[in-house]
Every structure is written in C-alpha cells, then in structure tokens.
T-cell receptor, first 110, second 108 residues
Framework: DVKVTQSSRYLVKRTGEKVFLECVQD?????MFWYRQDPGLGLRLIYF???????EKGDIPEGYSVSREKKERFSLILESASTNQTSMYLC?????????FGPGTRLTVT | QQPVQSPQAVILREGEDAVINCSSS?????VHWYRQKHGEAPVFLMI?????EQKGHEKISASFNEKKQQSSLYLTASQLSYSGTYFC?????????FGTGTSLTVIP
C-alpha cells in the first residue's frame, strides 16, 4: 500500500519562527510536491522536486524554501513564519501519472 | 498556470446530475481529476491523456477537449457519497498544477 506521510497534522507557531514541514514517501517516486490549500483558491503549487537536490519554484514560492537530500524525503521550510502563511499544507509524490497525497499539515501562525 | 474551475460551488439533491468544468489558459496535455472529502487528502479519480478522450468511473465520467484547453467532469444520478471538493489537475513536464476547486454538496 502506497504511503506519503507528513510529520505533523497540526502545528502552531509564532510569527518570525523558522518552521520545518517534513514529508516522506515510500514509493521510490522521483517527483515530489508541496502545495498549500486555502478556501476558494484550491491547491497552489509552492515548490516541486524531480530528483535529489533538484528543485523548482511553483506559483507561490515567496517566503518558502525546500530541501531534498534523500529521494524519499522532501522538506518545506518557512524561513520566518508570517500570519499569511496560516494554511493547510499538502505534500504529494507521483511518477508518470497519479498523485499520492499525504494527510496534510494544518499550520497556524499567531 | 493554475486551471480555473466552474462553478465554484454546487448543491444537488440525490439523483440529480452535475457538470464541473476546468479550463486552462495554457496548453493542456493531460488532465487529472481528484475528489477531496472534508478533512481528508485528495484522492485520484481518473486521468485523460489525449484530446477527445472520455472516461468513466461508475457514474462519474470526464471528457477532454485539447483544442479548447478544457475538460469537464460529469456526475450522474448523484449520491450522498459524491459530496466533496473536486479538483482538476494538469501536468506540464515534471510540474503539476491543480485547479481552483469545486465544492459539491449532495443533500437527501
């Protein structure tokens, strides 16, 4: 059974903190993605990675960075969290087709 | 890059039909459809790989018009279990973008 896991389901951080969201997949997929989901805006692509140490910006990369040191792990980093980064964050992986999602992390920045 | 979906929300009674549209300002090479139930991650429904293709999944089917850069999802004789948010998605090389989403609620 395929699996994408995320480190936390719920997270509360203060403005200015550095935040790490971790994602791990066990399907040996090359492509991994980070999205944020907000009401009325759908799923917006933040960053994606098509190989270890390779990354590309999506539609809304400002305020975020990513790291992919191992094929199975893709991390999203908020360098200095702000209240407008309060959102649901979804990680996904795919290879030539269907995207598999993690359960999501609901991040609240106060 | 994000596809646009319409309508944004729809409420149906059990047994009614619905159509959800997805359009892209840039070329669509393939279209995915996903459904997300409240509090859960999106789940894959189907993929259409070429223009003119139509696919079905129980009473849910989709079409893909490559020239018009559009796809439509058809839900017939809706059931309560169809409630959720539906997303189209498009692949461009290694990138993948989801649409703005359509909230569908089926009531008894």
């Amino acid at each position: 059974d395929v699996k994408v896991t995320q480190s936390s389901r719920y997270l509360v951080k203060r403005t200015g903190e550095k935040v790490f969201l971790e994602c791990v997949q066990d399907m040996d997929h090359e492509n991994m993605f980070w999205y944020r989901q907000d009401p009325g805006l759908g799923l917006r692509l933040i960053y994606f990675s098509y190989d270890v140490k390779m990354k590309e910006k999506g539609d809304i990369p400002e305020g975020y960075s990513v790291s992919r040191e191992k094929k199975e792990r893709f991390s999203l980093i908020l360098e200095s969290a702000s209240t407008n980064q309060t959102s649901m964050y979804l990680c996904a992986s795919n290879q030539l087709g269907e995207q598999y999602f993690g359960p999501g992390t609901r991040l609240t920045v106060t | 890059q994000q596809p646009v979906q319409s309508p944004q929300a729809v409420i149906l009674r059990e047994g009614e039909d619905a159509v959800i549209n997805c359009s892209s300002s840039k070329a669509l090479y393939s279209v995915h459809w996903y459904r997300q139930k409240h509090g859960e991650a999106p789940v894959f429904l189907m993929i259409l790989l070429k223009g003119g293709e139509q696919k079905g999944h129980e009473k849910i089917s989709a079409s893909f018009n490559e020239k018009k850069q559009q796809s439509s999802l058809y839900l017939t004789a809706s059931q309560l279990s169809y409630s959720g948010t539906y997303f189209c998605g498009k692949g461009t090389g290694n990138q993948f973008y989801f649409g703005t989403g359509t909230s569908l609620t089926v009531i008894p």
